[in-house]
């Protein structure tokens, strides 16, 4: 059965700030005929959701505008974006508008949505922009960010008992990860965590 724009945001507007799942954050919506605007305190970016037929189309506005950039500069973004998109298999990036801003959007049949895909839609969303701001080195731009969602996210999968094996093999399936990079987050996460708590151990 077909999911309903109002039941897809019905789950997205109540929730927990404490939630590693972003389907679970309460997200103040803005809501107009055939799209939406989600936005969160702890989230850098506003995601915005558009509803076309049997689809939803979520994406991101990272705010590199490539119109304006020299011919050089928009070449390496563009080949950056290109290698990412043959990385990832939900998520591709693209450019939007006149000012050719790079965008970040997945793509979800609503034909028997669930609540799960939703959000695996999201955090895999979201795990783009931190695999762009690695590739295009913007961490001092983004970092701050990108990476709390993240951090909050693995966290979250510690304290429900995954196993560092069970995370990264989550990081690397369904975000888009390599294995390298997927295990340098759990290296941090973890080993922040240790040093706070020397006597509990993960995984």
């Not at 609503?110 to 839609?121: M, P, R």
């Amino acid at each position: 059965m077909t999911v309903t724009q109002q039941e897809v945001l019905s789950w997205l507007s109540g929730g927990d700030e404490k939630s590693g799942n972003l389907v679970d954050v309460p997200w103040k919506i803005q809501q107009f005929q055939k799209y939406a605007i989600l936005e969160n305190d702890k989230v850098p970016f506003s995601v915005y959701l558009i509803f076309e037929n049997d689809i939803m189309r979520i994406f991101l506005k990272t705010g590199i505008e490539t119109a304006v950039l020299e011919n050089q500069d928009r070449l390496s973004i563009y080949r950056t974006l290109l290698l990412l998109n043959r990385q990832l298999d939900l998520v591709k990036f693209m450019l939007d508008g006149m000012n050719e801003e790079v965008v970040s959007r997945v793509d979800l049949e609503l034909d028997a949505l669930s609540k799960n895909e939703l959000n695996v839609g999201l955090s895999t969303l979201l795990s783009s922009l931190y695999l762009m701001v690695k590739a295009l080195k913007l961490e001092d731009e983004f970092q701050a960010g990108v990476v709390e969602r993240m951090v909050l996210m693995v966290k979250d999968m510690l304290k429900q008992g995954k196993s560092t094996d069970e995370i990264k093999e989550y990081l690397t399936e369904k975000m888009g990860l390599t294995a390298d990079q997927a295990q340098s987050v759990i290296d941090q996460i973890v080993g922040s965590q240790e040093k706070k708590m020397p006597g509990e151990m993960y995984g």
